[in-house]
């Protein structure tokens, strides 16, 4: 089980370093991009490589 401090440090570097949408500040929105976390997490436990995770979200 993935503790909430990881989903919570993703979310966090998803909205302030990667943004594409631009919703940062607005805290209605501190979801938006969650739908990326499990593959993330996948990433990081079974492949873990920056390019892995650049290439996904490059591809969304």
């Known amino acids: 089980m993935i503790k909430n401090e990881v989903i ?3 979310r966090t570097i998803l909205i302030k370093d990667w943004d594409p949408l ?3 500040a607005n805290l209605n ?3 938006e991009y969650d739908g990326y976390i499990g593959s993330i997490i996948h990433i ?3 492949s873990p490589s920056i390019e ?3 290439l996904l979200l490059k591809k969304n």
Do not use: A, P
Request: aromatic share 6%.
């Open 44 to 46: 990081l436990m079974y």
């Open 52 to 54: 892995s995770i650049i």
């Open 8 to 10: 919570t440090e993703i």
């Open 29 to 31: 929105l501190g979801d």
């Open 22 to 24: 631009g919703i940062g």
